[in-house]
């Protein structure tokens, strides 16, 4: 009986327990209620700055959500309240319909019937000075007068569309400058919310994405090159600015390797300024005096290939290695020629195929002469590795038009070689002294902060060097066009 007794006690003493722990959940799901019943108000006293400088908007993505990190959920049912919250609370990125806030939004999926809401923060006028510094100007030095009115004056403002906007982004680091340049652009002090206050419009088109959303080349291109009609098409709709200007103050950026051929089917094509990698002067589509070239290399992952670079940094002297390349040995017309006249060369490493990122760099850094031929088209991501840790680069792409060449001379930090004298190769890197070689490097690595695209942007850096040379075609277009 003593026995039985005991076992009760203990039954007894875990319901108990139990009872207790239902009543503190239960009342904590109400508290959590009540809290997301009373969070907007609770919110504007508490979390809010309610005296930002910046001007928000939110850029709207239909049928799409976000899996990266969730703030909380509320209870808010109007968008202009959530949009409130969001605007005013510096973690929030962004928000979806079913009211989560969220603290990141960089990843994007298909979500039918939701709605993802993604913020854009411009800093006020007021702010403008501040965002960049003119020290350490380098090679804009003598340009230093027009690029602070650039920083002054620069307007640019985005056009809001959802065409285009449910296709996904393509995580790719040779394309990946289109992701970044229009992330860094929608961030920055040149960009105003009235559109008439603004110097040049700027297209939010994603060529890569659309490419790539198909996996047969020509029909992925074909895609691209009706959205980019179709987004055209509605804002000549809804805005007058371009058929004002017949797109003369318009520009996109386009990374793959169609670059200005995606407005093929546009008749204002020759008018529009386009920012792209394959600056081409053979391309039928390419306009020096009207299109931007454009550093082609946005970085690899979350590990700053430029910061290894420079501190593992080699003199020419000191390396070992004459020549490198790795890569397809077969795309363009270039590659095999190289194969065939560098074969069994000895301080020559030569590699069909593509390495480990450390197996890579570690060539990059104990080589003098860094090969950056052509593939199908002119520009390669290897002429900015090649600079990030200090190897020269040796450019073999006839009619490339060079990443702001207007400012930086690249025949004095690298060798431009004509694609019809690749036997001669061996030759002309062999006549390199040491003395012309420790120039080039050291000239390498005074261009490199304006071919590198940081996050956030850095004076002079690439982003605002594409900027200064966005301005300077812009004021020539209008001096002589206008």
Known sequence: MKFKANIFSLLLFVCIIQFFTLVVVLNKTVDTQRYQDDLFDEVQLTNLDLNKEELVSFIVFEDMDSPSEDLFITSLKSVDQLKYVC????????FNSNGWLKSSVDTQVESPGGTLYVKQVVPSANSRHSVVKTENAGFFQPFLSEYKRMLKEFKIYIYHTSIG?????????KYGVEDLFIKLLSRSPFVV???????????????????????????GIIKAQLTAKEMIKEISIQYPFWNSSLGRNHFYICAHD?????????????????????????????????DVSIPNHPGRGTVSWQEIGKNEMLAFSERSQLV?????????PVRPDLFHHFKGMADVKLVAGYMLDGDYMDNLRITKFCLCPRGLEVWSPRLIESLWFGCIPVIIADHYVLPLERYLDWSEFSIIVPESKVGNLVDILSAVTSKRGSSLQA?????????TWNDPPRPFDAFYSIMFELWSKTKWRHKHLF
């Not at 605007?87 to 962004?94: E, F, P, R, T, V």
């Not at 906007?165 to 680091?173: G, H, M, T």
């Not at 020759?270 to 009207?290: E, R, Y």
């Not at 000239?443 to 071919?451: P, R, S």
Request: with cysteine; net charge positive; proline share 2%.
């Open 443 to 451: 000239y390498g690595q005074k261009a490199i902060q304006h071919l």
């Open 87 to 94: 605007a005013h609370l510096d973690s929030c990125k962004g």
């Open 324 to 332: 490198f390349f790795a890569g397809n040995s077969e795309r363009g």
């Open 193 to 219: 919310s009235d559109s008439n206050m603004a110097d040049l419009y700027f297209l939010p088109l994603r060529c890569t994405a659309y490419r790539k959303s198909i996996k047969d080349l020509q029909e």
């Open 165 to 173: 906007s449910k296709v996904l982004s393509v995580k790719d680091y």
């Open 258 to 290: 169609m670059g200005t051929e995606l407005l093929t089917g546009i008749s204002e094509w020759n008018h529009v300024i386009g920012l792209v990698n394959t600056a081409s002067l053979q391309s039928n589509h390419f306009i020096p005096h009207k």
